[in-house]
């Protein structure tokens, strides 16, 4: 399991391809709302290992990729960091 609090549930399955997937429960840490990111398994693998987000998931948006790193939805970033 990852060691991040925003990581709420982990739940795998085989998608179409035949791949092991997972989908991550993420909740954001400004707005704590509940988001759901699909990622391959192999995949979550290597970045828990420590590979970088953008090298294990080159698939995800950034967005997707920032709330798995930092729990923080672009909704989030807005009322932090509002323009």
Same mark, same amino acid.
């Given at each position: 399991?990852?060691?991040? &609090? +925003? =990581?709420?549930? /982990?739940?795998?399955?085989?998608?179409? #391809? +035949?791949?092991?997937?997972?989908?991550?429960?993420?909740?954001?840490?400004?707005?704590?709302?509940? %988001?759901?990111? +699909?990622? =391959?398994?192999?995949? /979550?693998?290597?970045?828990? #290992?420590?590979? $970088?987000? &953008?090298?294990? %998931?080159?698939?995800?948006?950034?967005?997707?990729?920032? $709330?798995? =790193?930092?729990?923080? #939805?672009?909704?989030? %970033?807005?009322?932090? %960091?509002? #323009?």
């Amino acid at each position: 399991m990852l060691n991040k &609090q +925003h =990581i709420k549930n /982990l739940k795998s399955y085989i998608n179409d #391809s +035949h791949q092991t997937c997972v989908e991550v429960e993420v909740e954001c840490n400004v707005t704590k709302q509940v %988001f759901t990111v +699909h990622v =391959i398994g192999e995949d /979550l693998e290597n970045w828990q #290992s420590g590979e $970088l987000a &953008q090298k294990s %998931f080159p698939y995800l948006s950034t967005s997707d990729r920032e $709330l798995l =790193i930092s729990g923080t #939805s672009p909704e989030g %970033f807005d009322m932090l %960091f509002p #323009s």
